[in-house]
């Protein structure tokens, strides 16, 4: 298949734009008068309304590409042939629903299942991280410094809630010997952390559209994305995954008692 | 003793507003050629000459005051009479050091051991929150809305890294209950996000400096500071201290295992 890493990277730039000033402009006007009953209902139907625009702008200008999406308005896909878009259209829905910031839209581009594209917005600060491996990496198509590879002593590591109080697979000898841990909430914000090297690792179970656009970007900054039983990523399950820099991830998988 | 708050409150947005100037123009120029060997030092040196830098200026400005500071440019006191400022130059060292964002510098003012004004300023987003209970709070001078009364079970929490992972006081309880956990690594960015509702609940082991500029515009806010161990907050020693709304720290204390 013949495709344009930058027709693809703009489409994904201008999209999330579009999409950041939706959920900026709505949502907020909208949550200030939803009772407690009926916000679950009403966050859900955000999330579908914004998947249900992205997936529509999609099909409109990738007729032959198939969508991996969160909410059901997505394909049935099987394989990774041809071009795949993963769409996460709210990721981080505690930090949108109870602070208003913090959280992103994520759409992660793969062909014949290898990493193309990746675009993420923080929708409140309105900040695009995008481009993959062929075209480089930027944020508002301004070109990001890799970042350094840093071992684990050196950098603060974000592990999900969950994970982490529960000291899952020994998780927690891995934190006490790096510099110091964070909870963001939100996979897309912490994938713009490690991009930009204000942390060196994030630990946690994820679903296919919740890893794709941050792994596309990560590998092609030089990050290793493994998963944590030392398989292959597989883009079509859930699984938990470490993000980190080489040295932080290879220190991580020694640590961690994966049995 | 006769004080005006509105001269105390505008003294400090001036004050820290040229601190944030000088943290943001100076420290990421001179980080970045740090090796890592001297890195500490210069987190050192920094952390003092801001110290040195806040503390002149007061004793110009009220050279009545006696000053509690943490790198040592302060006086010896040893009870809360007259007008006491805290001050702590960098919050968040860490934060400081590895991310570039999220560190605060904070002052807060007593008078005969009644808080008065504090003031936050959020180092790299350039924000000062301030104020108190006589003349209000504002963020740069915009009044903030008070953060609703909202249980446990609807909002963040924010609980220091080591308490939460060791589960002290099995706080690991309260934050089960709670709507997530997040770990932001600085006291001053997280009274931030107290007052501004985007956070229900903070506990950490704090010490006076870390402490007081949030306990006054928290208190001022309707939000409940106490001591862990319900005793009155002690301003002249460090505590485990609990911060957040009216019903969460009565849910937190009735949940929390002191003994």
């Known amino acids: 298949m013949n495709v344009d890493s930058k027709e693809i990277d703009e489409f994904l730039v201008s999209l999330l734009r579009k999409v950041g000033k939706n959920l900026r402009e709505d949502s907020i006007k909208k949550m200030s008068v939803a009772t407690k009953k009926n916000r679950n209902d009403l966050v859900t139907n955000f999330d579908k309304k914004t998947e249900k625009f ?83 990496l930027y944020i508002d198509n301004e070109k990001i410094n890799t970042p350094k ?11 999900s809630a969950p994970m982490a109080l529960s000291n899952r697979f020994s998780v927690q000898d891995v934190i006490k010997k790096s510099s110091g841990f964070r909870v963001y909430g939100s996979a897309g914000i912490i994938f713009g952390h490690l991009l930009t090297g204000k942390e060196v690792m994030y630990m946690s179970y994820l679903a296919p559209w919740d890893l794709a656009a941050g792994r596309v970007m990560c590998e092609a900054a030089g990050l290793s994305v493994v998963s944590i039983d030392g398989a292959p990523i597989n883009m079509l399950e859930s699984q938990v995954v470490i993000v980190g820099t080489q040295k932080v991830v290879s220190e991580a998988l020694k640590t961690l008692k994966t049995r």
């Open 54 to 136: 992205i997936n529509n702008e999609i099909k409109q200008f990738y007729p032959e590409a198939t969508i991996v999406s969160e909410e059901g308005y997505g394909d049935l896909v099987k394989d990774m042939s041809g071009l795949v878009f993963f769409v996460d259209p709210i990721d981080g829905t505690m930090n949108f629903v109870k602070r208003g910031d913090n959280f992103a839209s994520m759409i992660g581009v793969y062909i014949d299942g290898q990493p193309l594209i990746g675009a993420i917005i923080d929708v409140m600060d309105n900040e695009i991280y995008h481009g993959g491996k062929e075209i480089g």
């Open 149 to 159: 590879n840093l071992p684990l002593v050196e950098g603060l590591v974000d592990v």
